[in-house]
């Protein structure tokens, strides 16, 4: 059976699959239309990750913009933070592409794991699960013919930050896992921030009172950096040019380039700041016993320096984008070594 991790995050969709392939694109969907210059000045082609001109057919057949071209390009377009990401439409459009990047050629059965923040697992697992076993659409892109069927023969659905775990501890546990101490890991994504915390002992038990979901992540600096942006210049941003601000620290307003990386580095660390109060405030004095403290997601990226102070031993995983789906794949993995033997 062929596997996929896939961390369908509200900023960024984040996948892998076993034969290595990696993709990455912002969660933002819109409208398809026509763009008869596209291709000039260097404009985007092909069908990868960003140009992602897509029909998706689950019935009638709908033309959508997914990725980076919804960003360079769409109308309107918005992050989908609605609460149930099971039903919202945004999600399947997500998922379709990322499978018409991921799927292997011909009809193979697919082995899918993927997440929810911790507190939507707990309530809302079984939901989601049951809309992935449904899920069925038909996917090509425009300038192409090759159609791809995009089911899934089996899904595992797991919590976002134990998925970043097993990423950041497979292949390194006996520096990680210490008996009697405390593992904690730190998941800095888009809306949410999730954190997970196992004792361990001959096996990893989960601590549920230290652990949980902060509903706060990188999306409420980028709302605070557009407030300073409005305050200080009078004018408004969109997605694409919030995006661009937050990641660069400079634009171009009214034919001048804008530098505000000072204001948004402070921005982020008072952002940093109320997640380390947050996570204190759960741990108590239960963090003087924590042997590591991981920090992974798209947040610990741009956040990873002022969430080190922390606890001594405080680290960013590697590639931490990735940490879950990576995670991800991992826990598809195991779960086929296990039906092989048995």
């Not at 709908?62 to 039903?87: C, H, M, P, Q, T």
């Not at 405080?314 to 931490?320: E, H």
């Amino acid at each position: 059976m062929f596997k996929i991790g896939l961390d369908l995050g509200y900023g960024y969709v984040k996948g892998v699959n076993q034969t290595g392939k990696e993709v990455s694109f912002p969660s933002l969907v819109c409208e398809g239309f026509d763009r008869p210059l596209s291709g000039l000045f260097g404009g985007s082609s092909g069908d990868g990750e960003n140009n992602l001109n897509l029909i998706v057919t689950d019935g009638a057949a709908r033309e959508i913009f997914v990725g980076e071209l919804a960003r360079r390009e769409g109308r309107n377009v918005s992050f989908a933070f609605d609460e149930d990401k099971a039903a919202h439409p945004a999600t399947q459009d997500l998922l379709a592409a990322a499978g018409y990047l991921l799927f292997p050629e011909g009809h193979v059965p697919v082995h899918l794991v993927t997440g929810l923040p911790l507190e939507q697992y707990i309530h809302k697992k079984d939901e989601f699960k049951q809309v992935l076993d449904r899920f069925s659409v038909f996917v090509r892109h425009k300038e192409g013919r090759n159609v791809k069927s995009i089911r899934f023969a089996k899904v595992t659905v797991f919590p976002q930050a134990a998925g970043a775990v097993y990423h950041a501890v497979w292949d390194d546990r006996s520096k990680y896992l210490v008996k009697g101490g405390y593992l904690g890991l730190v998941d800095i994504g888009f809306k949410t921030t999730d954190f997970i915390v196992f004792l361990v002992e001959d096996r990893l038990i989960m601590r549920e009172d230290l652990s949980g979901t902060i509903n706060a992540g990188v999306s409420a600096v980028q709302a605070t950096v557009d407030k300073m942006f409005t305050a200080k210049t009078g004018g408004r941003l969109d997605v694409p040019e919030l995006m661009r601000l937050v990641d660069s620290g400079r634009i171009a307003f009214k034919g001048e380039e804008l530098e505000f990386s000072r204001e948004i580095e402070a921005i982020k660390y008072d952002f940093a700041k109320t997640i380390k109060d947050r996570l204190k405030g759960t741990w108590g004095n239960k963090l003087n016993f924590f042997h590591s403290i991981l920090l992974a997601g798209g947040g610990a990226t741009a956040l990873g320096r002022a969430l080190i102070g922390l606890h001594p031993s405080a680290v960013i995983v590697r590639d931490p984008q990735f940490a879950n789906a990576r995670g991800f794949l991992k826990v598809a993995e195991n779960e086929g070594r296990k039906m092989a033997a048995g």
